[in-house]
């Protein structure tokens, strides 16, 4: 099976970013909104009822901060222009937002290895995985709580299979 250009820049990205360093300031930033988000959108409550409730926790939490990373990644390259390595990298927003979560919710340091494990297995999956035709996998998924969705639009946009609101305006 053939590989697109786009999955082996994904994979050659998270390769090339290991042992690369940032800048703090930028590191320090994502970390900053990520622990922002864990706190103001109920991330610390779902990860602690994850741990006590499901049967692979390391799975569900790990997707869990791969949508914040992902979501993080997009805004903070958009505004900032912050490359997305640094959530991956040595000492970088995962490495910091793991120890953090591991001391609000008191888990074994073990228990954060296999987290990480789990979001490199994940964003590698993704990015060996094609694109989604349309935006497909976005339509119907709720965003990760405390995320604003990305491109939310105060227009009611029509679902697959419905049809679409009635256009008004002026002649």
Do not use: H, W
């Amino acid at each position: 099976m053939a590989t697109s250009l786009d999955q082996v820049n994904a994979e050659r990205a998270v390769d090339n970013n290991k042992g690369k360093k940032f800048p703090s300031d930028d590191v320090e930033l994502a970390v900053n909104l990520g622990v922002k988000v864990l706190n103001e959108g109920n991330g610390l409550q779902l990860i602690e009822k994850a741990i006590n409730q499901s049967q692979d926790p390391a799975q569900v939490i790990g997707q869990f901060l791969t949508q914040i990373i992902a979501k993080l990644a997009e805004q903070l390259r958009g505004e900032y222009g912050i490359d997305p390595g640094i959530f991956l990298a040595k000492d970088g927003f995962l490495d910091y937002i793991l120890n953090y979560i591991e001391k609000k919710l008191g888990y074994p340091e073990e228990f954060s290895d296999q987290i990480y494990g789990q979001v490199l297995e994940i964003i590698k999956a993704a990015a060996m995985s094609p694109p989604a035709p349309n935006d497909v996998m976005s339509q119907g998924q709720p965003p990760a709580q405390g995320m604003p969705p990305s491109g939310s639009s105060p227009v009611a946009q029509p679902q697959p299979g419905q049809m679409a609101p009635p256009q008004q305006g002026g002649m």
